[in-house]
């Protein structure tokens, strides 16, 4: 049902934790599931210097915080921007159907910290001009 990818960053997630001072933070949830995914990210010379996460969640939202985490380390901002739970499923080899919402969260998550970023900066980011973190999409999970 998982791929080993998807069960090696559920048991071994890389990049848990917070980051004090951290210079965008971004929090999204799925109350129906209760999946809540918290991204925080150190940006120096429009790098992602460093990120990390906490999740409160099932395996498949678990494993999808630490691969957007992987995915997006080291990428410029403009990099960042772009990740997309597609993106996220391919590199964990895979998600059930019903587990795709993870990875729609994990997406959302980074962007919500990126939206944060640049409120505290001022610092424009192509992609995000239209987005408010209130009306984000609405994720369907099944329990």
Do not use: W
């Amino acid at each position: 049902m998982y791929s080993k990818t998807v069960m090696e960053h559920f048991k071994h997630p890389r990049n848990v934790g917070t980051i004090e001072n951290a210079d965008g933070i971004g929090q999204v949830g799925n109350p129906v599931c209760g999946d809540i995914m918290k991204i925080y990210l150190k940006i120096k010379d429009d790098k992602i210097e460093d990120v990390k996460f906490e999740t409160f969640g099932c395996g498949s939202a678990i494993a999808s915080s630490s691969m957007a985490t992987e995915l997006i380390k080291g990428k410029s901002i403009d990099e960042a921007v772009e990740l997309s739970n597609k993106a996220v499923v391919e590199a964990l080899g895979g998600l059930p159907p019903i587990k795709i919402h993870c990875s729609v969260l994990a997406e959302q998550a980074v962007k919500s910290a990126l939206y944060d970023y640049s409120q505290k900066t001022g610092r424009k980011i192509k992609g995000l001009e239209n987005y408010k973190p209130d009306e984000e999409e609405d994720i369907h999970c099944q329990q």
